[in-house]
């Protein structure tokens, strides 16, 4: 029994700062249960345990969960014909045994895609009958494996620039716009229950708007399901401005879908770039002035924070009706991708919840306004 106690003492403080959440605590899950899902991001650590104090933060404020990583086709299909499936079932395990709304992320993304799925063994385009087919294996293999247990897909992500024109990924190369379309008939018919999604940064930029309005409205004319659009809320503490994001919002809405908040973090850091999107492939090289906060955010910084977040959900809730979901990507500000992107090594606090798990300020506020002061 010592040894025991001894042990489980001993990693409470290895863990650093995993204490129990005090009586009476009301978490953001339960505080928006009536309003949408609120969601999170969750990478292999977390969801295996690894990782216990961002697993406890996420298990007791988040009532959706989207995986990080392990789901995109890199990890899911390495080689062609070879799937594995071992770290996203433990992901859906975790989501069901705590009740979350899960997401699948994603089946078909310019990056993060296994290096032979478009090409053959020469390194050439394949014909676009042979991409038509690895597409179809793909989603259908990946979708009938979690049938009736995710909720819905990111079905496509990422394939329109900021000024609303097409990027010419692999995918649009060999096969033009048609494989959107495809890609949403393949997921329908792997489980016609599942609801399926649009995903894609930059949402606020008019041209980026425009087209992703056209290609709802082009896949609902061609009968193909599509139930929401993922906004990405990749943002800034001056960017982008939040009326040009509500037009986007009601924008997709009055397409008829629902509207998801995605991959939602607020960086305090500035950028090389500014009103920079989010491609994943951006780098820039690391420099002092660019990382102004090493050692800890100001108090006037962390006040404006709270601010800007606290409009992003007021925003939200005055909307309500038209978002089903509003997801962080990410738990705690030690695990934003924040920190390395677009500048590696940077120290941001871009997520609701410190380094040590503390809920900031703006969890407080944002559990006001769901009980019934959005204004």
Not at 197 to 218: C, I, P, Q, W
Request: with cysteine; net charge negative; proline share 4%.
């Amino acid at each position: 029994m010592k040894l025991i106690l001894y042990s489980g003492i001993l990693a409470l403080l290895l863990t650093g700062c995993e204490q129990a959440s005090q009586p009476g605590t009301v978490h953001m899950r339960e505080a928006l249960k009536d309003r949408f899902y609120i969601g999170t991001a969750l990478s292999i650590n977390q969801f295996t345990g690894k990782d216990t104090l961002s697993e406890r933060v996420a298990r007791e404020n988040f009532s959706a969960i989207v995986p990080e990583n392990c789901m995109k086709s890199m990890f899911l299909q390495p080689s062609e014909g070879e799937f594995f499936f071992d770290d996203a079932n433990r992901f859906v395990a975790w989501g069901e045994a705590n009740g979350m709304w899960i997401t699948g992320h994603c089946l078909v993304w310019h990056s993060q895609a296994p290096a032979w799925l478009c090409v053959d063994d020469k390194g050439n385009n394949v014909s676009p009958e042979i991409l038509t087919e690895r597409l179809r294996n793909h989603i259908t293999t990946v979708v009938t494996h979690y049938k009736g247990r995710i909720k819905g897909w990111d079905v496509v992500n990422e394939a329109i620039l900021d000024d609303g024109s097409w990027r010419k990924s692999k995918f649009y190369e060999i096969l033009g716009e048609e494989f959107i379309p495809l890609a949403f008939q393949f997921a329908h018919e792997a489980d016609p229950d599942v609801e399926l999604y649009y995903n894609d940064y930059s949402m606020a930029f008019e041209g980026k708007r425009n087209t992703v309005v056209r290609l709802v409205k082009t896949l609902q004319e061609r009968g193909l399901r599509i139930d929401a659009v993922g906004m990405q809320g990749h943002v800034g503490m001056d960017y982008p401005a939040l009326e040009e994001f509500e037009k986007s919002l009601l924008a997709f809405a009055g397409t008829g879908v629902k509207v998801m908040i995605t991959e939602l973090d607020l960086t305090v850091l500035p950028s090389p770039q500014p009103n920079t999107g989010a491609a994943i492939e951006t780098d820039y090289r690391f420099d002092e002035a660019l990382n102004p906060y090493a050692n800890g955010l100001p108090d006037d910084v962390a006040a404006a924070w709270t601010r800007r977040m606290a409009d992003f959900f007021r925003l939200f809730f005055t909307h309500q009706d038209k978002i089903s979901r509003v997801t962080l990507w990410g738990v705690c500000d030690d695990d934003s991708w924040r920190n390395n992107w677009p500048v590696y090594g940077r120290t941001d606090y871009a997520l609701l919840f410190d380094r040590e798990g503390n809920a900031k300020p703006a969890v407080d506020e944002i559990i006001r306004m769901a009980a019934g002061d959005a204004k």
